[in-house]
């Protein structure tokens, strides 16, 4: 329980003990689309986190989230929390949305959670702070120096342990020196899974002359580096040093989850350095990229933002703090 804990105390020359202590951030309100657990998973977060919340599920869902709900209200209330501490707007009719994204003295926080539209939608219509992510077009990049066969494990898992999710590889970069090895790797083991590769110039080349039965190439369109899949397809490009890779994820990715695959300690130090991503992996999967997996529990949303909070968001995260100042009668002079 994060409520009530001071942090970077200190006792001033003048004698002043200040401090900051963590307190709730008020009322978060959460608007989403097709998916139940939010309605539990936010409500319980907000509940330890000691705020209130307004829930707003959409149309698809909106019977079970009425259920569950609930349930919830029911438990608090029989455990002397104000039953109105978790509400839920049961009209799913958008012009309601419109009328709570105009709610900015009454809701403190505001958390989207679903496609780009709805996300775009509330960002530019919210009149108060918005927490947004869930958007990823992530990235894993094949150094010169990398394992390669760790490199096809860790790749494949990146795309194929779950397709659909915001945290799955859309772009693999490939380092021009290993190519030739790792592509028809790569190939293969994506064929297994059916997964599409639509590739640049020379990524398609090499793969072409691979000959690997029942994979599925495409010539990469000019909007497929950039676009986050969340499907069995998945862009490749072949670059030609890190320098090239790393201005590739800059200018197309979205500040989500993105990796390096390299036996190069200088390599990985400078891809961590200097790629602007929430979460920035070595060696390792993008589909770590999950509160529960980095010991939050369960979590609001995988943030993209620099403010507020960056990447998994968990109990800490959507509290706030106030200044705790203790004197003995200390006045400050002229």
């Keep these: 329980d994060p409520l009530g804990e001071m942090f970077d105390t200190r006792t001033l020359a003048n004698g002043l003990q200040v401090g900051r202590k963590r307190v709730p951030l008020g009322v978060m309100a959460a608007v989403y689309e097709s998916r139940p657990n939010v309605t539990v998973d936010i409500a319980s977060l907000c509940l330890k986190s000691g705020n209130a919340c307004i829930l707003r599920g959409g149309k698809e869902a909106i019977h079970s989230n009425i259920v569950l709900a609930g349930v919830v209200r029911e438990a608090i209330a029989g455990a002397g929390v104000p039953r109105d501490a978790v509400q839920l707007i049961e009209n799913t009719d958008r012009a309601l949305l419109g009328e709570l994204l105009k709610m900015r003295e009454a809701i403190d926080l505001l958390v989207p959670r679903g496609g780009?539209?709805?996300i775009r939608y509330v960002t530019e219509n919210a009149s108060m702070p918005v927490l947004t992510g869930g958007t990823g077009v992530c990235h894993t990049y094949v150094d010169r120096a990398a394992d390669l066969d760790k490199a096809v494990r860790v790749a494949h898992n990146a795309k194929c342990r779950k397709f659909s999710i915001c945290n799955a590889l859309d772009t693999l970069l490939v380092h021009e020196d290993i190519a030739e090895e790792f592509?028809?790797?790569m190939g293969r083991?994506?064929?297994?899974?059916?997964?599409?590769?639509?590739?640049?110039e020379r990524s398609l080349?090499?793969?072409?002359?691979?000959?690997i039965a029942a994979l599925s190439l495409k010539p990469a369109a000019e909007d497929d580096?950039?676009?986050e899949f969340l499907s069995r397809v998945a862009a490749v490009g072949v670059v030609d040093s890190l320098d090239e890779a790393l201005e590739h994820i800059?200018?197309?990715g979205t500040g989500h989850s993105d990796a390096i695959i390299t036996e190069d300690y200088s390599a990985a130090m400078r891809f961590l350095d200097e790629v602007d991503t929430a979460v920035v992996y070595v060696n390792a999967s993008t589909q770590f990229t999950d509160g529960a997996q980095f010991g939050?529990?369960?979590?609001?949303?995988d943030s993209?933002?620099?403010t507020i909070a960056r990447g998994p968001v968990g109990l800490r995260e959507i509290t706030t703090y106030k200044w705790i100042v203790l004197g003995s009668g200390q006045t400050r002079p002229l």
Excluded: H, N
């Design 296 to 301: 939050l529990g369960a979590e609001i949303i």
């Design 189 to 200: 083991s994506w064929a297994e899974a059916g997964v599409e590769m639509r590739c640049d």
């Design 304 to 306: 993209t933002q620099k």
């Design 205 to 211: 080349r090499i793969l072409k002359a691979a000959e």
């Design 225 to 227: 580096f950039g676009k």
């Design 250 to 252: 800059y200018r197309f």
């Design 183 to 185: 592509l028809p790797a």
């Design 116 to 118: 780009v539209e709805l």
